[in-house]
């Protein structure tokens, strides 16, 4: 069984920082591709940045491009969410996600086999 765990979320003012972890524990996790997603009250559920199990390809969406950075420490099993810049917009829980093939996972959540719980990003004006 794989368990997805995030880590690092709260309460920041719009312009600050702040970074995002998630481990992945379980049976070859350091070759699973891994995703950011978020989802705002009363909102879909929505993609953020997608990173292969190589950490050789990376995708973000339009809307944090430029602030947002993911890595990956496959010693650790350890995938990172860097945002900078942050807004009021960017409020939502933080969810990753794991899927459990090597390819890049890209944009669509039915392609993650597992989640984390969410961790909670609120960004004040």
């Known amino acids: 069984q794989v368990q997805v765990v995030e880590s690092g979320g709260g309460l920041v003012r719009a312009g600050g920082s702040l970074r995002l972890s998630c481990a992945a524990s379980?049976?070859?996790?350091?070759?699973?591709?891994m995703g950011w997603f978020r989802q705002a009250p009363g909102k879909e559920r929505e993609f953020v940045a997608a990173?292969?199990?190589?950490?050789?390809?990376?995708g973000y969406a339009d809307s944090v491009k430029g602030r947002f950075t993911i890595s990956r420490e496959n010693g650790k099993n350890t995938v990172y969410l860097q945002m900078n810049s942050l807004k009021p917009e960017d409020t939502a829980v933080y969810y990753c996600?794991?899927?459990?093939?090597?390819?890049?996972?890209?944009?669509?959540?039915?392609?993650?086999?597992?989640w984390g719980q969410g961790t909670q990003v609120t960004v004040s004006s």
């Open positions: 996600a794991a899927r459990t093939r090597t390819a890049y996972g890209g944009s669509d959540p039915s392609t993650y086999d597992y």
């Open positions: 379980g049976r070859a996790t350091s070759t699973y591709a």
């Open positions: 990173i292969s199990w190589s950490g050789g390809t990376t």
